[in-house]
């Protein structure tokens, strides 16, 4: 009964081992399928910061980069605004992002918390201002939330 028992045991650690290798292979698929997805040059459509709408003059000729790997470069007329590096989760709901800056800023190498929804060619992020608020839970920037929301159309894969 006793070796029966620990059998049971091993059998149900290696299932369990194997199960977690499997989750990791899903949500590795996952990463790479959402990761080729977001790679291109995207222009931001619309944009809302702790409340207040971003007007179009503002953000107009901005474009962000995705390239694929884990990198984010938004430009204005070739001057960087904002560089980063990322990691993704499309397993969670909604799906998360944490973005480490690397361009020069108040935040540089720190990690902005975000979500973010991709349908078709447009890409909804929603981040942190300050990394020591929250990560976002939902698409919206409502005053003193401390969140920025902007909407992306693909220019170009």
């Given at each position: 009964m006793r070796m029966h028992a620990m059998m049971l045991a091993v059998f149900c650690q290696c299932a369990a081992v194997g199960l977690l290798g499997?989750?990791?292979?899903?949500?590795?698929?996952?990463?790479?399928?959402?990761?080729?997805?977001?790679?291109?040059?995207?222009?931001?459509?619309?944009?809302?910061?702790?409340?207040?709408?971003?007007?179009?003059?503002?953000?107009?000729g901005v474009t962000v980069t995705y390239d694929g790997a884990g990198k984010i470069l938004a430009e204005r007329d070739g001057k960087v605004l904002f560089a980063a590096t990322f990691k993704i989760d499309p397993t969670k709901k909604p799906r998360t992002i944490d973005a480490t800056q690397?361009?020069?800023?108040?935040?540089?190498?720190?990690?902005?918390?975000?979500?973010?929804?991709?349908?078709?060619?447009?890409?909804?992020?929603?981040?942190?201002?300050?990394?020591?608020?929250?990560?976002?839970?939902?698409?919206?920037?409502?005053?003193?939330s401390g969140h920025f929301l902007r909407v992306y159309k693909r220019v170009k894969n």
């Open positions: 499997a989750a990791g292979d899903a949500t590795e698929d996952a990463v790479k399928k959402d990761l080729a997805a977001l790679k291109g040059v995207w222009a931001v459509v619309s944009a809302e910061k702790n409340g207040k709408k971003i007007g179009s003059d503002e953000f107009k690397t361009s020069d800023g108040d935040t540089k190498g720190k990690v902005l918390l975000g979500i973010y929804e991709l349908k078709d060619d447009t890409l909804t992020f929603c981040s942190q201002v300050d990394p020591s608020k929250d990560r976002p839970t939902d698409f919206t920037a409502k005053a003193g």
